[in-house]
């Protein structure tokens, strides 16, 4: 696996770094976990889209991340974290991009809720550190309304459907790019 600590020069999302196998692999798992709750709702599906765009995915790359989110395998969906989170740069810009996707279409639903947090517990990531993550997803959103209620950051623990307005995906990925 090409990682992105080994790649130097690359501008953008830590993935870019990432061999195109690997950059599809890290997808399929944005796309499983995103769609865990069996709705393909056309926000998330445009979302992902839009993050297959971000990384550079070839028109086959991006159907396979598609299929994984019509159906993914989960013990293939296990191996690729195994193998993605061994580059610790990974770890945090992966959950942010499936909670980013999962809330698309203005809820997290109780079985994507569940399935970020298992996905945080197997990157190592703290559940402190998913609800800051959440928080963060949450205040891209939210943008500057500060009368708009918590509601990412309330019901991903609660794992129950909650509303937002806008669209983060680009918004995330030039977040990224300048850090």
Known sequence: MTTPS??????????LGLSD?????????????AFADQETDEAELGNLRAMC????LSDA??????????????????????RLKADVALRVPLLTDVITVAFADGKVAPAESRDISRL????DIESGQIGLIARYVEAIVMG???DQEHALSRELGAGVAAEHRGKVVRWLHRLFRRA
Not at 7 to 14: R, Y
């Open 21 to 33: 196998a690997d950059r599809v692999d890290y997808l399929k798992v944005v796309a499983s976990v």
């Open 53 to 56: 765009e971000a990384l550079g």
């Open 61 to 82: 790359g991006r159907d396979q991340v598609l299929a994984a989110a019509a159906g993914a395998d989960a013990a293939a969906t296990d191996a690729i974290v195994t």
């Open 120 to 123: 945080g517990r197997a990157l």
């Open 6 to 15: 080994s790649e130097s020069g690359h501008d953008g999302h830590v993935a």
């Open 144 to 146: 500057a309304d500060r």
